[in-house]
């Protein structure tokens, strides 16, 4: 059973920093692509930024420049490096794993809020 679990979220004033984590379980990580999604109340989910299994990445034009995704193989996670936060980027944040066969799982989120 695959398992995605998030932590890093809270609360951060505008400029500020936080780090992401997304544990991954029940799936063979380095195989993978993983990507941070994030979804803002009355929003559709969106993607922030991604990393394939050969660390090749890609973001959102909203956010680069000012996050980083990266991944440690060792120890099945990926991470967001959010830098320069403003409060549009107030939003709850997804992992989201997609394995070589077409299956794709996601994480529950973690609420991320930045405040002026």
């Known amino acids: 059973q695959v398992q995605l679990v998030e932590s890093g979220g809270g609360s951060v004033q505008a400029g500020g920093s936080l780090r992401l984590s997304c544990a991954a379980s029940?799936?063979?990580?380095?195989?993978?692509?993983m990507a941070w999604y994030r979804q803002a109340p009355g929003k559709q989910r969106e993607l922030v930024a991604g990393?394939?299994?050969?660390?090749?990445?890609n973001y959102a034009d909203v956010v680069k420049g000012r996050f980083t995704i990266f991944r440690d193989n060792a120890k099945s996670t990926v991470y967001l490096q959010m830098n320069s936060l403003k409060p549009e980027d107030t939003a709850v944040y997804y992992c989201?794993?997609?394995?070589?066969?077409?299956?794709?799982?996601w994480g529950k989120g973690t609420l991320v809020t930045v405040s002026l």
């Open positions: 989201r794993t997609d394995d070589p066969f077409g299956n794709y799982y």
């Open positions: 029940g799936t063979t990580f380095s195989v993978n692509a």
């Open positions: 990393i394939t299994r050969f660390g090749t990445t």
